[in-house]
Each structure stands twice: as structure tokens, then as C-alpha cells.
């Protein structure tokens, strides 16, 4: 099961990443005009750079992309991959990946992703074939696994308790090559064969290998059996696809360079978390003016609101207690209903729930009372209404202030640069549309930097 869903969580990345057409690896040079298999050289629909975007490719990746974007064109979509390969080639040369991929202790490694990304966003063009010749071949193998050999291999380490890093040693590492997950039947040109640990270890993120390290054999069988499906999947598409090498090629080249186009916006600031490590939007944030922050103040006033004051009731009872009592209905007078206050400068409730009923009543309307609330750990219920609510300004000069209008106006340059920066290279790249494609009607808008959580390469 957990298979399944890591396989239909991937796709779905997959199909964002296409129809968002912003993604590592040794930098592949992309395919050079001169490189592209004869049997498709002139079935293209533009060149970028050292790049041609081949058509049946692009095509499918529109098929994918206008299911969120009925209306888009072909060579609308050619200008956003020719973009996505400009920008991620640009990042590999300027940053370089061991600062891009920073994180892939932690992450799935960026060739893990890219290639199973790949193959979610390929498997989507042929599903239905795809999936006939899985069920047709059954390549795995009934076999049982030795349940003793396997906590075996784990008792001599920490399990899944605090490690400082989850590499295996040099004797689980022997072990692992030797410790047979699955085995398969023969499918294309791989021969019959097994799958092991060692196989499986290096297509973990960290929750994975403290999973495997913790002695869970069910996810262990479980990543197996994923990786004979994509296994199965590559060697379909090398042979039963259709496709060139160099049109199956072309998909994964695209991916790789959206993969690093958004490690490049996230390691600027530009992925909109003020948390993040980011070294040139700190950078730009502390050389923002005093004059500057000002006017972001006086344009955004909204932002910057905060609650002054709040005064108001609240009803603690069973959960058969205020059943009875009508949502709305006041609560002044009401048995048991208790008067709450809070002003700035007053410290937090200390206890959980309490401090929980003093943000109920600043988010709740003031003057009606709230329907019964059951409390957060689930022992007993509570009802809220604010009789009245003050709300003010954060000073100009305050440190809050000044704070998140320096990040604002930070990421409201990096936004600036980062759009021109995808003219600047697609004017000196040059895109040369193919004979009978005619140009995009539309002008060429650059692309906005991707939302938070819409971005992230992982797999699962």
C-alpha cells in the first residue's frame, strides 16, 4: 500500500511540474541539435541554447499540462521547457548543485526524484498499456523472507532510536547485498534476479532509512516491490514505448532542469518560507533603507495589525450540557459562564487550554456567541463570545516592523530579479522556432517563482 501511494504521490508532482513549466545529477548537456537521433531530427518544435524541444514529447507533456490549463498552446509550452532549461542550466553554473541539493541528507537524493519523476510523468502517457503488461508479465516472485536474518541485521545497531546519521556500517552494509527482498521473473532484457536491501537503501529519504533501520520489514518488501515496478516501467518505455532514446531522454532532461530551477529559488528566498536558510535574500533584507521600510509600512498598514484588547465570556461544560444550549445564544447570565480579559502587555494563559479559549475569542466574531467547541485533548467542550475586541497597529518604528517589511521588500526584489533574469537569458539564448511553427500570439511573460509546497521534488 505504501508503494502504491509513493507511486501516485509521485505522478502527481510530476503533472505539477509540467504544467507549472518552471527542475540534477552530473549536469547532462541537453540534446544538441547535432545529437538528436536521426529518426526524429526534424521532428521538432524548437531550439534553445544548445536544446531541441522534440516534438512528440512536448506534445505529450501538453496532453499533461491542459488538463489543469485546457487553453494552453504548444508553443506556449515550449517557451515555458525552454525557460526551465535555461534557468536550470544557469543554476548548475552558478550556484552549483552541492549548494542547490544542500539538503539530500535529509531529502531523496535529486537522482532518486528526478528519475521517478521521470517515469511518473511518462507512465501517465501510456497508463493503460502500462498497466496491462504489469499484470500480464507478474514478474515478482512468491518468496518468503527470513524474519530472524532480518531483526539480525539490525541488533547490533540503534534501531530506530537518535542516531547522528543513518548510514549503514560495514557489516550491515555486507549484510544488505546479501538479504534478498524479492524475487523476480525475467522481464525486457533484465534477466531473472532479486531485489535486495542494497538496492533499496540508496532510494530512501531519512524517514525511510530510520524505517528500515527500526526493523520495519512490511515498508523494506514494500520499497522492493516499487522499485520492481519502476524497473518494469523504464525497461517498457526503452522497448515498448515508441519513443527514441532521445525523445525518452528529452523528458528526463526537462525534469532534471526544473529540479534545479527550483532548488535555485529556494536557495535564494524565494520559496516564501521566512525560515529558510537563504543566504542572498538575507543579504538583500539588511540592505534594505529606512526610507524603504517606511513606505512598504505605509502601503501595507493592513499587515501589520495586531489585537490590543479583548474582552469577553466562556462556558466550560460537558458535552451533554451544551448540546442544550442553542448555538448563539448569548452567554451573559448564562450558570457557569465565566468573564475572560486580555490586554497587550498581559502575559499568555499558562495552561494549554486556557491560553486555547483566548485565541477562540480573538478569531471569533465578536458579539455572537460559538456553537460548543470540543477542547484539544479531548476532555471536555467550550463555548466563547467576545463582547468586545480591539484591534490596532504595530508602531512604525517597532522591531516587528521593521523586520517583515525588510523580508518583503527583500523577496519583492529577488521576484523582480528573478523575472528578468529569465529575459535576459532567453533573449541571449536565442528560441528559433522550427519551419511551419509559428511564434506564441501571446508576449513572453516571465514566470512568478512557485509556491510554497507546490515545488518540492520529493518522490513520495
Not at 84 to 107: K, N, P, Q, Y
Not at 287 to 315: K, N, P, T
Request: aromatic letters at 6%; hydrophobic letters at 45%.
Amino acid at each position: 500500500m505504501r508503494a502504491r501511494a509513493s507511486r501516485a504521490a509521485a505522478a502527481t508532482v510530476a503533472a505539477l511540474a509540467v504544467v507549472c513549466g518552471a527542475t540534477i545529477m552530473p549536469a547532462s548537456r541537453g540534446i544538441a541539435a547535432t545529437a538528436v537521433d536521426a529518426r526524429v531530427s526534424s521532428a521538432w518544435i524548437a531550439r534553445v541554447g544548445d536544446d531541441t524541444i522534440l516534438r512528440r514529447p512536448a506534445e505529450a507533456l501538453l496532453m499533461l499540462a491542459r488538463r489543469e490549463q485546457p487553453d494552453l498552446t504548444l508553443q506556449e509550452l515550449a517557451r515555458r521547457l525552454a525557460i526551465d532549461l535555461l534557468m536550470g542550466d544557469a543554476a548548475a553554473r552558478e550556484v552549483g548543485d552541492e549548494s542547490l541539493f544542500a539538503s539530500r541528507r535529509v531529502a531523496f537524493s535529486p537522482e532518486v526524484d528526478v528519475r521517478r519523476q521521470w517515469l511518473a510523468t511518462l507512465q501517465q502517457v501510456w497508463p493503460e498499456r502500462i498497466e496491462r503488461d504489469w499484470q500480464a508479465a507478474k514478474p515478482e516472485l512468491s518468496s518468503t523472507v527470513d524474519a530472524r536474518a532480518w531483526q539480525a541485521l539490525w541488533s547490533a545497531g540503534q534501531g530506530g532510536g537518535l542516531r547522528m546519521n543513518e548510514d549503514l556500517d560495514a557489516a550491515q552494509r555486507a549484510g544488505a547485498a546479501r538479504f534478498v527482498l524479492l524475487r523476480h521473473r525475467a522481464f525486457g532484457r533484465t534477466p531473472a534476479g532479486a531485489i535486495t536491501l542494497a538496492d533499496v537503501w540508496p532510494t530512501q529519504n531519512v524517514q525511510g532509512r530510520r524505517l528500515l533501520l527500526g526493523g520495519d520489514l512490511d515498508y523494506a518488501r514494500a520499497q522492493a516491490r516499487q522499485l520492481l515496478r519502476e524497473r518494469f516501467v523504464e525497461q517498457w518505455l526503452r522497448g515498448e514505448s515508441g519513443w527514441s532514446g532521445a525523445e525518452l531522454d528529452f523528458v528526463r532532461r526537462i525534469i532534471e532542469a526544473r529540479q534545479r530551477k527550483l532548488a535555485w529559488e529556494r536557495w535564494q528566498g524565494l520559496s516564501g518560507d521566512p525560515h529558510a536558510e537563504a543566504p542572498p535574500r538575507d543579504a538583500l533584507a539588511a540592505s534594505v533603507s529606512e526610507d524603504e521600510i517606511g513606505a512598504y509600512y505605509r502601503a501595507h498598514l493592513d499587515r501589520f495589525q495586531r489585537l490590543e484588547s479583548v474582552e469577553g465570556l466562556r462556558l466550560r461544560c460537558a458535552a451533554a450540557a451544551c448540546a442544550d444550549q442553542a448555538p448563539g445564544a448569548d452567554l451573559q447570565g448564562r450558570p457557569g459562564a465565566v468573564r475572560v480579559s486580555w490586554r497587550l502587555g498581559d502575559p499568555r494563559p499558562a495552561a494549554e487550554v486556557d491560553a486555547w479559549v483566548l485565541d477562540l475569542l480573538q478569531a471569533w466574531p465578536a458579539g455572537v456567541a460559538s456553537p460548543p467547541i470540543r477542547h484539544p485533548d479531548g476532555n471536555g467542550w467550550e463555548r466563547v463570545q467576545a463582547l468586545s475586541v480591539k484591534r490596532g497597529r504595530h508602531p512604525a518604528d517597532s522591531e516587528t516592523v521593521r523586520h517583515e517589511a525588510r523580508q518583503a521588500v527583500a523577496l519583492e526584489k529577488l521576484e523582480a530579479r528573478w523575472q528578468q533574469r529569465q529575459v535576459e537569458l532567453l533573449a541571449s539564448a536565442g528560441l528559433r522556432w522550427a519551419p511551419g511553427v509559428a511564434a506564441p500570439a501571446s508576449p513572453f511573460e516571465p514566470q512568478r517563482p512557485t509556491p510554497t509546497g507546490g515545488e518540492h521534488g520529493h518522490a513520495h
